[in-house]
């Protein structure tokens, strides 16, 4: 089966946002910063780095509370938007366009965050290289912090079609599940405007020994995994947080 090359930049636009944004709202943020901050132990003037940022709602709430914080992701649209807000907020963060699997700094961060399952969209070969690269860029004793969804989970919840509507504008995802690989495989179609455009993608899921492996693999010198809220890891977490450290 030939694998899907799919657009970054058509998947993960001003469409995308429109039709997610309502589900994450500021209090989420809010949330998943306090879980953040809670489980790595971060504390003021300490460096990280948002792999995947996006439009900046974990990094420029990490900054707010006084951490140095970069931020680093493919999208120049969702990156705009993050230094929007930045300046509104009156913060400073270091947005960089790049691609998360060749990372510029070695030893300079005392954690790096990767969240809202924004890891597991390419082969294997280049998933692995991103826990190396972050592994560098870390300080000795620094950690690594992993956000995805608890694969056991969702299989058991697994659902072929997924519709989202807002104001009368739809996004379909239809979702077929591979075992031999790991990966949904899946087609979004976008109707919005009175036009409308398909898109392939797809996402590899993992198990948390399946993670803990490829870390201490890449160097990590310790890892553990967690369930929804920092709660213990069991079959039912909706997500899985899983923090290397070096």
Not at 63 to 68: F, L, P, S, T, V
Not at 126 to 140: F, H
Request: some cysteine; proline content about 2%.
């Amino acid at each position: 089966m030939n694998t899907p090359q799919f657009d970054f930049a058509a998947l993960f636009d001003a469409d995308y946002l429109y039709f997610y944004e309502p589900l994450i709202t500021a209090e989420r943020s809010d949330r998943d910063v306090d879980l953040i901050w809670r489980l790595l132990g971060l504390q003021p003037e300490m460096t990280v780095l948002d792999l995947a940022c996006g439009h900046g709602r974990i990094a420029n709430r990490l900054a707010k509370r006084g951490c140095h914080v970069t931020g680093l992701d493919a999208s120049a649209f969702f990156l705009d938007l993050a230094r929007r807000e930045a300046a509104e907020w009156g913060v400073e963060v270091e947005y960089i366009q790049g691609d998360m699997r060749s990372l510029p700094w070695i030893e300079r961060f005392d954690c790096i965050i990767i969240w809202l399952t924004a890891f597991g969209y390419f082969e294997d070969e280049d998933n692995r290289r991103i826990l190396t690269e972050g592994n560098r860029a870390l300080k000795l004793g620094g950690k690594l912090i992993l956000d995805s969804f608890n694969r056991d989970l969702m299989l058991k919840q697994f659902r072929p079609e997924m519709v989202t509507e807002r104001d009368g504008n739809y996004a379909i995802d239809r979702h077929r599940y591979d075992i031999l690989t790991g990966r949904s495989y899946s087609e979004k179609i976008i109707i919005k405007d009175g036009t409308m455009r398909r898109m392939e993608y797809f996402v590899r899921y993992f198990t948390y020994t399946e993670i803990r492996d490829w870390c201490l693999q890449a160097g990590f010198s310790q890892v553990e995994g967690y369930g929804d809220n920092g709660e213990p890891l069991t079959i039912d977490s909706q997500r899985m947080d899983v923090i290397a450290k070096k």
